[in-house]
């Protein structure tokens, strides 16, 4: 039996893998997924419903952390608006495209750790309902819905649009967007040049549910985004990823406990003041000794067992990987282009899918609490 090719991917070598470089243009990276900004985003975008999310980074609560590397700050409202931006590249719809910008205003900070306070890492959609409610009931969001000629239902469940969302290993908006800041951000995998090259192949496909969903023209640049896409869900499910995340999630609930913070404060607050308030707290507890820890750790051991005064993790959690479609040449139907899944034509992808899927870490991972 062949060597799994993720075994050797530590945490180190994931973060070491690519030069640091001057951080990217985020306006120049959207600018890449839409040269087209529609003008009727910018009125959303003054809502106090989503600019909430400029306080939420995309990455979970791990750019407050040295165990991470995170080379610039990349927030929840970046990326709804990066979600917005491809949708209407590839459709033109407004409705799909709102639907896109407000998929995650029921974000709370430092994002999917909610879902590990919830004891939801395995698929991280704890909060999805509320998403749908404070799209419905927001009142100046339903006034400029009104404006455009549609509903709360319209906009309020972004999963109806398979351009938008779809299931995994499909590839949709919200998949393309977040992976491509979370390698400029974790391990610099990928740079403004290659996004544009690797996004300027991609074309509307129509896969095996006869539903449209983004494709790639070409095997090569694919086979490139499929590479990338489960090395950076490789970070993702390391015990370095696991602990950090379910050790925010028992800060929080300590917080909570002890009257630091509250639960409305969590869709208030930007991460900073949070932080700021933590970090000003003085006594000695079990809060203080989880966010000491959280705050100085730079590694973690990986056993097998749990250790003695070590904050302990076992956990599986969701696995993000993409087996995207390739675009058969000279077929098109109705705009969209008939196709066959990467793992279907490329060995080398298939052997990446299948080595990500069957990696598990160590049983534990641990950090010796501060």
């Not at 470089?21 to 890449?32: G, L, Q, R």
């Not at 000629?149 to 109806?160: I, K, M, P, V």
């Not at 005064?309 to 390739?326: A, D, E, G, M, T």
Request: glycine share 4%; proline share 4%; net charge negative.
């Amino acid at each position: 039996m062949s060597e799994n090719q993720f075994d050797t991917l530590t945490w180190n070598v994931m973060l070491e893998k690519y030069p640091v470089v001057s951080n990217p243009s985020i306006a120049a990276y959207h600018t890449i997924l839409s040269q087209d900004f529609p003008s009727f985003l910018t009125r959303y975008l003054t809502l106090p419903l989503l600019k909430r999310l400029s306080g939420i980074g995309l990455l979970c609560g791990t750019d407050w952390t040295p165990l991470y590397r995170n080379r610039f700050y990349y927030s929840r409202l970046d990326h709804s608006t990066g979600v917005a931006l491809i949708i209407w590249h590839f459709t033109h719809d407004k409705a799909q495209t709102l639907a896109g910008l407000l998929h995650d205003v029921s974000t709370p900070v430092f994002s999917h750790v909610v879902d590990f306070r919830n004891g939801d890492a395995l698929t991280q959609m704890s909060t999805e309902n509320e998403n749908a409610h404070m799209v419905k009931t927001d009142k100046a969001l339903g006034a400029l819905l009104a404006e455009d000629g549609l509903t709360a239902d319209d906009a309020a469940d972004y999963h109806r649009y398979p351009v938008a969302d779809n299931e995994v290993p499909q590839l949709s908006a919200d998949r393309l967007e977040y992976m491509f800041p979370s390698g400029m951000v974790l391990d610099g995998s990928w740079t403004l040049e290659e996004i544009a090259d690797v996004y300027g192949d991609i074309v509307l496909c129509r896969n095996e549910n006869n539903n449209p969903e983004p494709g790639f023209r070409s095997r090569e640049r694919a086979e490139e985004y499929c590479r990338k896409f489960c090395s950076i869900g490789h970070i993702l499910q390391l015990n370095e990823n696991k602990l950090t995340m379910q050790l925010l999630a028992e800060i929080i609930n300590q917080a909570v406990k002890t009257g630091i913070l509250n639960e409305q404060e969590c869709y208030e607050l930007s991460e900073r003041d949070i932080i700021k308030r933590f970090d000003s707290y003085t006594a000695d507890d079990i809060f203080s000794r989880y966010y000491r820890t959280f705050r100085t750790m730079i590694h973690i051991e990986h056993t097998e067992k749990p250790l003695p005064s070590h904050f302990c993790v076992s956990l599986k959690v969701k696995q993000r990987y993409i087996n995207p479609l390739v675009a058969e040449k000279g077929k098109k139907d109705d705009g969209l282009f008939s196709a066959r899944r990467l793992s279907d034509v490329s060995p080398s992808a298939a052997r990446i899918i299948s080595d990500f899927l069957s990696y598990t870490d160590t049983p534990y991972g641990c950090v010796k609490l501060a």
